[in-house]
């Protein structure tokens, strides 16, 4: 086949002796050439045949049904939305380039994570970039990006890290978990509110995308994420498992050699039955930055916080009181919470308490907490694995004001072959 006889040397020497009308018709980008992994143009149909695309119930919001190997399943990504991927991820890195000056930072901060990054996701990023026809190196970037906005390091770059730092494109985020009879019907709800800031420098809240990821190891799961990126920092798995996270600061032994966020949590979607699953990956996942993760999980209506930095993996519990370097947050019964504004969260949580449903989350609680630079909010029902979710619109349009889309996993997993069983 084209791409076991052509290697670069020789697929150099061989356009070298080629006349100029025959050189024109080489596509360099072509999946032949680019990938070692499908055989034949009737072996790349059968790779698609296994994926879809379809919408939200509201008609807003893309689905991406993708199934098979890590390297398919980001295949299937790169050439189903080829287009939203290159414009999303081509604009990103450009605006990434203009903003930290020189690609070397991008290319060594990935180069750092990779070597604790597992075989299959580096394999997806190849799927992605051969079938969006990108740079391999452009996957890469936006793949580093999450680990280097909350780097201890970033302190030492430019006016953008600093303004990150300061809350215009605050990383702080926050979450919390109610149930029992902090919820009207004693149902689970836990939150997750994205403060990342990139639709002020960026085009991905354009491109909000949920992904129906059906391994063919593990469990299947949604991402609540963009197009063209793959890590996770928003999900729920078939399971009832769901993704909460925020970065916490910077304490000194934070590195980029290490485990990427986005991937830990993606495993956490593909590996988790229960949170002692979770606590497992988490803990033994070699630690970059400090990060404190909310994870709940809707078989049982359990819910837990870790607080996880190179030095320490803590756990804490609904109704207790939450205390560690200076922040202090008291305990309120049925509840788990953390987040940037303290006393914010404090107050709306305990006035709230007993009413809380995804309508007074939406209305008077998220609006109430987010920071200004608010991206994305994802409300879970994980024991009926629900949840609604919205993105910024525009650079000073944050999330927190926007409505809401619902999506409903197990309806989806029913709809692509795959019911939950």
Same mark, same amino acid.
């Given at each position: 086949?084209?791409? &076991?006889l052509?290697?670069p040397?020789? *697929?150099? *020497?061989?356009?070298?002796?080629?006349?100029?009308?025959?050189?024109?018709?080489?596509?360099?980008?072509?999946?032949?050439?680019r990938? +070692?992994?499908? %055989?034949?143009?009737?072996?790349?149909? $059968?790779?698609?045949? !296994?994926?879809?695309?379809?919408?939200?119930?509201?008609? !807003?919001v893309r689905?991406?049904?993708?199934s098979?190997?890590?390297?398919?399943?980001?295949?299937?990504?790169g050439?189903?939305?080829?287009?939203?991927?290159?414009?999303?991820?081509?604009?990103?890195?450009?605006?990434?380039? +203009?903003? #930290?000056?020189? @690609?070397?930072?991008?290319?060594?901060?990935? $180069?750092? %994570?990779?070597?604790?990054?597992?075989q299959?996701?580096?394999? @997806?990023?190849?799927?992605?970039a051969?079938?969006a026809?990108?740079?391999?190196?452009?996957?890469h970037?936006?793949?580093? *990006?999450p $680990?280097?906005?909350?780097?201890?390091?970033?302190?030492?770059?430019?006016?953008?890290?600093?303004?990150?730092?300061?809350?215009?494109?605050?990383?702080?985020?926050?979450?919390?978990?109610?149930t029992?009879?902090?919820?009207?019907?004693?149902?689970?709800?836990?939150?997750r509110?994205?403060?990342w800031?990139?639709?002020?420098?960026s !085009?991905?809240h /354009?491109?909000?995308?949920?992904?129906?990821?059906?391994?063919?190891?593990?469990?299947p799961?949604?991402?609540?994420g963009?197009?063209? #990126?793959l890590?996770?920092?928003?999900?729920?798995?078939?399971?009832?498992?769901?993704?909460? /996270?925020m970065g916490?600061?910077?304490p000194?032994?934070?590195?980029?050699?290490?485990m990427?966020? =986005? #991937?830990?949590?993606?495993?956490?979607?593909?590996?988790?039955?229960?949170l002692?699953?979770?606590?497992?990956?988490? &803990?033994?996942?070699?630690?970059?930055?400090?990060?404190?993760y909310?994870?709940?999980?809707? &078989?049982?209506?359990?819910?837990?916080l870790?607080?996880? +930095? =190179?030095?320490?993996?803590?756990?804490?519990?609904?109704?207790?009181?939450? !205390?560690?370097?200076?922040?202090?947050? =008291?305990?309120?019964p049925?509840?788990?919470?953390g987040?940037?504004? %303290?006393?914010?969260?404090? &107050?709306?949580l305990t006035?709230?308490?007993?009413?809380?449903?995804?309508?007074i989350?939406?209305?008077?609680v998220?609006?109430?907490?987010?920071?200004?630079?608010? #991206?994305?909010?994802?409300?879970?029902e994980?024991?009926?694995l629900?949840?609604?979710?919205?993105n910024?619109?525009?650079?000073? $349009?944050?999330?927190?004001? %926007?409505?809401?889309?619902y999506?409903?996993?197990?309806?989806?997993?029913?709809?692509?072959?795959?019911?939950?069983k």
């Open positions: 086949m084209l791409n &076991k052509f290697s040397s020789l *697929l150099a *020497l061989t356009l070298s002796t080629l006349s100029g009308c025959a050189y024109l018709r080489i596509d360099p980008n072509h999946f032949l050439i990938s +070692d992994m499908i %055989q034949s143009v009737e072996h790349e149909k $059968e790779i698609l045949a !296994k994926a879809k695309v379809g919408w939200t119930d509201d008609g !807003k689905v991406l049904y993708v098979g190997t890590p390297y398919e399943r980001g295949y299937q990504h050439v189903l939305l080829r287009k939203e991927v290159q414009d999303n991820l081509l604009s990103m890195h450009e605006k990434l380039l +203009d903003k #930290f000056r020189y @690609e070397e930072l991008l290319d060594e901060s990935f $180069e750092r %994570q990779r070597p604790f990054m597992p299959e996701y580096i394999d @997806e990023m190849h799927g992605l051969h079938g026809r990108i740079p391999l190196r452009v996957v970037a936006i793949h580093a *990006l $680990e280097i906005t909350e780097w201890g390091g970033k302190k030492k770059l430019k006016k953008v890290i600093k303004d990150m730092m300061e809350g215009v494109y605050g990383t702080s985020c926050s979450n919390f978990s109610a029992g009879k902090a919820t009207p019907d004693t149902t689970m709800y836990t939150v509110i994205l403060d800031g990139l639709h002020k420098i !085009k991905l /354009e491109y909000p995308l949920v992904t129906v990821n059906v391994p063919d190891k593990g469990i799961s949604a991402n609540v963009w197009v063209g #990126f890590g996770a920092v928003s999900g729920m798995n078939a399971q009832g498992i769901t993704l909460g /996270e916490y600061g910077d000194e032994g934070e590195t980029m050699r290490g990427p966020m =986005p #991937f830990v949590l993606r495993s956490v979607l593909t590996y988790s039955k229960n002692a699953d979770v606590r497992k990956i988490i &803990k033994s996942s070699p630690p970059t930055n400090s990060f404190v909310l994870m709940s999980d809707g &078989k049982n209506n359990t819910s837990e870790y607080v996880r +930095d =190179p030095f320490r993996f803590d756990v804490h519990k609904p109704g207790t009181l939450l !205390k560690d370097r200076d922040n202090v947050f =008291p305990a309120i049925n509840i788990l919470y987040g940037h504004y %303290q006393d914010r969260m404090t &107050k709306v006035e709230k308490r007993g009413e809380i449903t995804p309508e989350i939406m209305k008077d998220i609006p109430f907490i987010a920071m200004p630079s608010n #991206f994305q909010n994802v409300i879970y994980p024991k009926g629900q949840l609604w979710f919205n910024a619109k525009g650079p000073k $349009e944050s999330a927190a004001g %926007q409505p809401y889309t999506f409903n996993l197990k309806k989806a997993l029913e709809s692509f072959g795959h019911p939950v």
